[in-house]
């Protein structure tokens, strides 16, 4: 019977309990006894990976409950052509897409960014009715922003990426108010995004199509093996000599 009180024991019971656990009770002492003198120092409590509430990894030596630092998006949003990278035919099809059909462009954000069926008809009918409401009764697309601007902030949270006001306040150190504040922050993100599709639809589109398809495979290609077993093909008996 393993005694309650002993220090060691209280520290690593739940990782004595785990099977992927391959250290020793020798090095579970040693570690312990290290633990003891580094109490006072206010970052050794914490552990050094994990996750924020939102789903996202800290990176190493972050603080649990931090939010971690957001990256910039991987092209501008008037890059039309994209990077001379190995996406470069990616990113003319993105363009040609965004061009003259942006509702397939917008569909295939959609079940890059989903990866559920039927994401790409659900997304892309509705964008293609309010478009022709649009092109029909106000002479361009300006109803088709309304329905697809959260896609833009769907794709800023999941990859963690930085906003107009951030990157305002990166460049020229104006929005600073907004940017404190995480609620004042996303609302004004929100309304940059809308902002953002409103007045450059089709070069949002395009941004967004590119940096999905530098993150995210097609969902074509997340299908599983299926083995097909073929039977033998008729066989004779063969005469002996």
């Known amino acids: 019977m393993t005694d309650n009180n002993n220090p060691s024991f209280n520290s690593y019971d739940r990782e ?52 971690m630092g957001r990256t910039q998006w991987d092209s501008s949003l008037f890059a039309c052509l994209g990077r001379n990278d190995d996406f470069c035919s990616s990113d003319l099809e993105v363009c040609l897409l965004g061009s003259m059909a942006p509702c397939v462009l917008y569909g295939s954000n959609a079940e890059r960014l989903g990866s559920a069926p039927g994401t790409f008809a659900n997304h892309c009918l509705p964008y293609t009715c309010l478009y022709l409401i649009g092109k ?6 300006c109803i088709a922003p309304l329905f697809s601007y959260p896609s833009r902030t769907a794709i ?55 940096e999905i398809r530098r993150r995210v495979l097609h969902p074509g290609f997340n299908a599983q093996p299926v083995l097909v077993m073929i039977p033998p093909g008729e066989q004779s008996m063969g005469r002996g000599a």
Not at 27 to 45: E, H, I, M, R
Not at 136 to 141: E, K, V
Not at 158 to 174: H, I, P, T, V
Request: with cysteine; proline share 4%; glycine share 10%.
């Open 16 to 67: 004595e309990s785990s099977p992927l656990l391959k250290k020793n009770l020798e090095d579970n002492d040693k570690v312990s006894s290290d633990a003891k003198t580094d109490t006072a120092t206010p970052g050794s409590a914490g552990p050094e990976y994990g996750c924020t509430v939102n789903g996202l990894p800290l990176t190493h030596g972050s603080v649990m409950g931090e939010p």
């Open 156 to 210: 800023r949270r999941k990859f963690n990426l930085e906003g107009s006001c951030e990157a305002l306040n990166r460049s020229c150190g104006c929005c600073g108010s907004f940017v404190e504040d995480d609620l004042k922050r996303e609302q004004c993100e929100s309304a940059c995004d809308f902002a953002t599709h409103f007045f450059c639809h089709t070069c949002a589109l395009c941004q967004e199509g590119r």
């Open 136 to 141: 029909s009764f106000f002479g361009g697309n």
